[in-house]
Structures are given as structure tokens and as C-alpha cells.
């Protein structure tokens, strides 16, 4: 259990293309490790969204072991490569889910039963965050390419956090005015938008705040205005300190 004893979840809106040659852990990924309270954090990481893509393991195990981080992970393409998938998630202090398809990812989760068990896991205290799907997949519902280039709605979320959810906020010109037009006409409930560079954290099921690795990037909370618009509030951020 993370050591203040709340359940956390960091929700990263996304890294930006600059994080694709940058060898060094995240920010945002080093604030989860850190909420674990563990000194030397045991992390299990996956890319279900993108098919258990192999290079995006290597990278995460050379990025977290930099950090004094103890990594693992969990893949399902073709077959798990453990045999309890239980057992490993519900021995580590945090869970990183990376990006993809989050539709997929849900899907597959579901089929193999681990919906279930990533409720266990936050329901004892383990961490879990994630990027873009990786972060979605946690809320009711959201914004998604997963069906096709234009954005639709994701509504099959695990739903651990009753409320939407949209990352790239600012960083895809689409994203905004999706995420805005369907929670206006209320096919998505209110929620909370994430630029790049941002990640909104919640201890429980309530906001604690968003956290930012620069300057210049926030998080949004948007909600129906009543009258068949939006009501879009940036919110206050906490930059974090290079590591």
C-alpha cells in the first residue's frame, strides 16, 4: 500500500514527441514512484494498447532501473508471459499502463479477467498511472482514436474514477473541440482534460491536483454549462522539480 495509505492514480495526458529520444525516466512517471512511499519501487509495466510492442519495454526497463526502480512486466500478445498475472500485478507498488488503443486494451484486459484484478490492486493501495490510453482506461469514459483518425467517444472505461477523461488536451488540434462538443451534448460527463506534460492525480476518487513537468501546460476541468455548451476551468498546477 502507497505509504499516506490513500489509493492513487496518475492520470499523464502524454510526453510529447521530444520524450522519444530523451533516454531519462519522466517526471511524471518518477511522482508516481514516488507516491508509492518505496525506496526502491517494484513497477510492472505494460503496452497492451500497443500490442506489447518489445522496444517499448526495453526502454521502460533501462528508464526505471536508472531510477533505483525495480521493473517487471505483463504482456498478453500471443500469451501471458507469466503464469498468474494476478500474482505479479498485486505484488508491486505501482502499475504503468503506456499508450495505444485504449478500446483494445480494455478488451483484452477484460478477457483475460484482469479488469477485476487492477480494482484489487488499487483497492490495495498499489499506484496505478498511465499515459494517454494508459490514463483513460481508468475513468468512465473519453475521447479516442481507437476506432479510426476522428476522435469519437470511448465509453467502456473501468471506471474507477466516475468521470471523463481527454489527454492531449492542447497538443492535438482535434482533441479540444471533441472532447468539448460531446460533453456538451452529453454524451460524455463532465471530466478533466490533460495537456502534455501534465497529469491529473487522484487520491480516491477526488482530484488532489495536477502536476506539470514544464511550464506553460495545464490541466482542465470541463463540465456542461446548461445551456448546450461547456464551461472549461484551467486548473491550478504543481510543477515538478527536474530530478
Given at each position: 500500500?502507497?505509504?499516506?495509505?490513500?489509493?492513487?492514480i496518475?492520470?499523464?495526458?502524454?510526453?510529447?514527441p521530444?520524450?522519444?529520444?530523451?533516454?531519462?525516466?519522466?517526471?511524471?512517471?518518477?511522482?508516481?514512484l514516488?507516491?508509492?512511499?518505496?525506496?526502491?519501487p517494484?513497477?510492472?509495466?505494460?503496452?497492451?494498447?500497443?500490442?506489447?510492442?518489445?522496444?517499448?519495454?526495453?526502454?521502460?526497463?533501462?528508464?526505471?532501473?536508472?531510477?533505483?526502480?525495480?521493473?517487471?512486466?505483463?504482456?498478453?500478445?500471443?500469451?501471458?508471459?507469466?503464469?498468474?498475472?494476478?500474482?505479479?500485478?498485486?505484488?508491486?507498488?505501482?502499475?504503468?499502463?503506456?499508450?495505444?488503443?485504449?478500446?483494445?486494451l480494455?478488451?483484452?484486459?477484460?478477457v483475460?479477467g484482469?479488469?477485476?484484478?487492477?480494482r484489487?490492486?488499487?483497492?490495495?493501495?498499489?499506484?496505478?498511472?498511465?499515459?494517454?490510453?494508459?490514463?483513460?482506461?481508468?475513468?468512465?469514459?473519453?475521447?479516442?482514436?481507437?476506432?479510426?483518425?476522428?476522435?469519437?467517444?470511448?465509453?467502456?472505461?473501468?471506471?474507477?474514477?466516475?468521470?471523463?477523461?481527454?489527454?492531449?488536451?492542447?497538443?492535438?488540434?482535434?482533441?479540444?473541440?471533441?472532447?468539448?462538443?460531446?460533453?456538451?451534448d452529453?454524451t460524455?460527463?463532465?471530466?478533466?482534460?490533460?495537456?502534455?506534460?501534465?497529469?491529473?492525480?487522484?487520491?480516491?476518487t477526488?482530484?488532489?491536483?495536477?502536476?506539470?513537468?514544464?511550464?506553460?501546460?495545464?490541466?482542465?476541468q470541463?463540465?456542461p454549462?446548461?445551456?448546450?455548451?461547456?464551461?472549461?476551468?484551467?486548473?491550478?498546477?504543481?510543477?515538478?522539480?527536474?530530478?
Open positions: 500500500m502507497a505509504a499516506d495509505g490513500q489509493r492513487h496518475l492520470a499523464i495526458g502524454g510526453f510529447g521530444a520524450r522519444q529520444q530523451d533516454l531519462r525516466l519522466p517526471a511524471l512517471i518518477g511522482h508516481a514516488e507516491l508509492s512511499g518505496a525506496s526502491k517494484r513497477v510492472c509495466v505494460l503496452n497492451t494498447a500497443a500490442g506489447d510492442e518489445p522496444t517499448a519495454y526495453v526502454r521502460m526497463y533501462s528508464m526505471l532501473a536508472q531510477h533505483g526502480a525495480r521493473p517487471s512486466h505483463l504482456q498478453l500478445f500471443s500469451m501471458p508471459n507469466v503464469a498468474d498475472p494476478a500474482d505479479l500485478l498485486l505484488s508491486q507498488d505501482v502499475i504503468f499502463v503506456g499508450g495505444g488503443s485504449v478500446a483494445n480494455v478488451a483484452v484486459w477484460r483475460h484482469l479488469d477485476e484484478v487492477f484489487q490492486a488499487w483497492e490495495a493501495g498499489i499506484v496505478l498511472t498511465g499515459v494517454s490510453a494508459g490514463a483513460l482506461c481508468w475513468f468512465v469514459s473519453g475521447t479516442t482514436d481507437s476506432f479510426g483518425m476522428e476522435l469519437r467517444p470511448f465509453t467502456a472505461g473501468l471506471g474507477f474514477l466516475p468521470s471523463s477523461y481527454c489527454p492531449h488536451y492542447s497538443a492535438e488540434p482535434t482533441r479540444r473541440p471533441a472532447y468539448q462538443a460531446l460533453v456538451a452529453g460524455l460527463p463532465a471530466g478533466i482534460a490533460c495537456d502534455d506534460g501534465t497529469a491529473a492525480h487522484f487520491a480516491g477526488e482530484l488532489a491536483g495536477i502536476v506539470a513537468d514544464k511550464p506553460g501546460v495545464t490541466g482542465y470541463v463540465r454549462d446548461g445551456s448546450g455548451g461547456i464551461h472549461e476551468e484551467p486548473l491550478e498546477v504543481a510543477t515538478l522539480l527536474p530530478g
